[in-house]
């Protein structure tokens, strides 16, 4: 079969090569959930409540991990009777109720970091400028597929309150971060940041143009 003289889309192949990637953090999310005796969704479940202390909804762990609320419904429990969670008053609504992790969840996603997976190893073996910029692209995706809802908001330096991009003339860290006071570079542009405050949408659009506009 001769290679064809019109290749497909960029924007088809970008796809391919992400599908590609993700084929691989599957496999590597497989490895460690049956290294703890979890499976993929019950992991990514303890990861996302990480940081949390209040814990989520379901509907919240749901929509984050983009699984049915039944299927989310069922892996909770099932991390219920391992000890992994347990359910806690939902903030300030004294009739909610989320689910949290416990210390003994904590231990089991500290165990399943032991080692490097095949796709973490595929990045470090990127050049330094590469890192980066694969990292700040991937901020832009995300952050297009929230303002198109397709994902919930996520806990990213882009988002937050707290972040003043390009607020320093510092070349290697033009960043500024109000929550510890202290400016930082690209390379330390966070995806999942435990002390994030989502900002209001106006504020968020005006951060969002003056760091795509560097």
Known sequence: METPKNPT??????????????MAIRADDWNRAKTSG???TQLAILELLEGRKDGLSVKEIAANLGVSQPTATDSIAALERKGFLDKR??????????????PEGFSVLEAGRSSTGVAEQSVEA???DEQEDLLITLVKLISHLQEIDAIPIQRMCASCRYFAPFAHSDAAKPHHCHFVDAAFGQRDIRIDCREHETADPSFRAATWNVFTQG
């Open 9 to 22: 889309s960029v924007n088809h192949r970008i796809r391919e090569g992400l599908s590609r990637v993700a």
């Open 38 to 40: 979890l499976n993929p």
């Open 89 to 102: 008053s939902a903030g300030s609504d004294k009739r909610g109720v989320n689910v949290g992790i416990t």
């Open 126 to 128: 990127l050049a330094e």
